[in-house]
């Protein structure tokens, strides 16, 4: 298997299917969070229920799980106590540990969770006056390297589970009071799997979670409510529109495949052209969803009009937007932000060209939460993994 340090040849699965089971035996009792309703009937199955009662049962499980947020068996009132004192000795609803919640001026959240195995990952709540994003993880670390990005310089721990990535919305729902799952406006409207990691190197655990995100029964957000957005894993953009349908969101940041190749490392590997034509294949996408191109502000590198004009050649019969995000810095970063004079200049001639491209707000800039800044403690993991299994 190549080496998951080297971005250009990273695998699907960056490493071996161990990094995927975090809950294995010594982190305490299984958790039903993250389980469908097929893997909660078969969980029922385990401590005895009888078969003609699971199905209803699975569904009442996932109803309190997913929809009014259950924290504890005995609240689950609708089904027998005895049930429910069989469910707590065997399984948890445990959520990830805060370790730290941090809030901006500008009411930004941040959570910086725990797991068992001692891993942490951050996700952030992005409030905005008739709705909420929030900001979520799907692995510890990144197996990428984006030359921007503060996460690119942690390198990757491991892929989060379906329920690692569930249990971060349920944990922003607990902290905001979101329960049960409103009818109406909501505080979390919005998904972007856009935090810490590449989505599409963690496929089936991230499937999985948007699954039974998007179920509604559940927590019930609509796919036109999700965006995925990747760095560019191009083999697996056709089958992520096909599987889940949501809104699909590329890390472009250059026009040229050289400064691209820098920029975003994976480029090598699948450079523009190729990444593009997935883009103009992406089965969900129309004139009505359009495919976002994220593009990081970077001072002297990608901001010039004749950057600007060939972005527009670049993207001429996709259906798309341009967000244009204002670089945000952090300790060590070998970049500056464009000026506000560059930005409005790349901005006017996105936009005389038919294409929205809006400035992105920076968000939570004071307490690292804004796009590229999250980034977890959990690389001391891996080195202290690495070392351990080094040859004496």
């Known amino acids: 298997m190549p080496s998951v340090d080297d971005p250009t040849v990273a695998p699907l699965v960056p490493e071996t299917a161990a990094v995927d089971r975090p809950h294995a035996a010594g982190f305490g009792p299984p958790s039903l969070i993250g389980l469908d309703r097929t893997e909660l ?13 699971r199905k209803m049962r699975a569904n009442q499980l996932f109803h309190w799980i997913y929809h009014r947020g259950a924290r504890d068996f005995d609240a689950m009132t609708s089904i ?38 001692g891993n942490e990952v951050e996700s952030v709540y992005i409030p905005e006056t008739d709705r909420g994003a929030l900001c979520v993880s799907s692995q510890v670390g990144c197996t990428l390297t984006c030359a921007f990005c503060h996460t690119g310089t942690q390198r990757l721990v491991r892929n989060l589970t379906a329920a690692e990535i569930v249990s971060q919305m349920l944990v922003a729902r607990d902290d905001l009071g979101e329960w049960p799952t409103p009818v109406g406006d909501r505080w979390i409207s919005n998904i972007v799997m856009m935090g810490m990691g590449e989505p599409l190197f963690n496929y089936d655990n991230v499937v999985k979670a948007l699954r039974i995100i998007m179920d509604d029964q559940g927590i019930a957000l609509s796919k036109r409510r999700i965006t995925l957005s990747t760095s560019g894993v191009v083999p697996e953009i056709e089958r992520v529109g096909r599987d889940l349908a949501v809104n699909l969101a590329i890390s472009l940041h250059a026009v040229t495949d050289e400064v691209r190749d820098v920029l975003v490392p994976i480029n090598r590997k699948y450079p523009i052209a190729q990444l593009l034509q997935a883009c103009r294949d992406y089965p969900a996408s129309n004139n009505a969803r359009r495919i976002t ?27 798309a937007k341009v967000n244009l995000i204002p670089f945000n810095p952090w300790p060590g970063a070998p970049y500056a932000c464009s000026t506000g004079r560059a930005i409005d200049r790349f901005a006017k ?24 800044q999250l980034k977890s403690a959990s690389e001391r993991k891996r080195r202290n993994r690495d070392t351990a299994a080094a040859p004496a």
């Open 41 to 53: 009937a078969d969980a029922l199955a385990g401590i005895g229920e009888p078969e003609a009662k």
């Open 80 to 117: 027998a106590k005895e049930l429910r004192g069989r469910l707590a000795e065997t399984y948890t609803l445990a959520r990830p540990g805060i370790v730290d919640a941090q809030r901006s001026m500008d009411g930004t959240r941040k959570w910086l969770m725990r797991f068992p195995d």
């Open 293 to 319: 191109f994220e593009y990081v502000m970077l001072k002297g590198v990608n901001d010039s009009a004749a950057d600007a004009r060939a972005l527009v050649r670049l993207i001429a019969g996709i259906p």
């Open 349 to 372: 001639i996105v936009n005389d060209a038919g294409y929205s491209s809006p400035v992105r707000v920076p968000r939570g800039r004071d307490i690292m939460a804004a796009c590229g």
